[in-house]
């Protein structure tokens, strides 16, 4: 059986957080939210912005499919490919109105590093910024709130984090649909 490492009892443990509360916070006064991950966590990050723009009156948004990643990693570097992302996808808007979250379960990776990156530009021009890892990651700015899940696997970190986004979406006053109605 595969070993989800008491997957609810950590959800419960980050949801009582103070580190979540601060970000549960910034979720629902935000109007512009954006989802970075990489790896398994681009499917989480881009499976997220879907529901919690079709769940909430929130403009969810987050970078994927080759065109783009491809496109964007071409004209300037791998390091820098979500900074420039996400500073293409803030032209024009409010940034107190914004909040970004990395997805990472690596930790010192380049990948890894490029969320960072854009963390630290996102934090850097006054929008609030989230990295939720796998494991503690202590690069990034002061003021980028970081929570930890505490786990090994990336499929437990994974799935953690596409649990924490559906909790955005109840934390913020929305529903989460049901299958049966």
């Known amino acids: 059986m595969i070993n989800l490492e008491n997957i609810e009892d950590k959800f419960k443990k980050i949801i009582n957080s103070k580190e979540f509360n601060k970000l549960q916070s910034y979720y629902n006064s935000c109007k512009h939210i954006f989802f970075l991950g990489h790896g398994g966590n681009m499917a989480v990050a881009e499976h997220a912005a ?107 970190s994974e799935l953690l984090s596409l649990a924490l986004t559906y909790q955005f979406v109840e934390g913020a006053g929305f529903s989460c649909p049901s299958i049966i109605k």
């Open 50 to 156: 879907i529901d919690n723009s079709r769940l909430t009156n929130k403009n969810v948004k987050a970078p994927g499919g080759g065109v783009l990643v491809t496109s964007i990693q071409s004209d300037f570097s791998y390091k820098d490919w979500l900074l420039k992302w996400l500073e293409m996808s803030t032209r024009g808007l409010d940034k107190s109105e914004c909040l970004v979250v990395g997805f990472s379960c690596s930790i010192g990776s380049n990948s890894s590093n490029a969320i960072i990156n854009a963390l630290n530009w996102a934090d850097d021009n006054g929008i609030k910024a989230s990295m939720i890892s796998a494991q503690y990651n202590p690069c990034g700015n002061s003021n980028i709130i970081k929570i930890v899940q505490d786990v090994k696997n990336y499929h437990t």
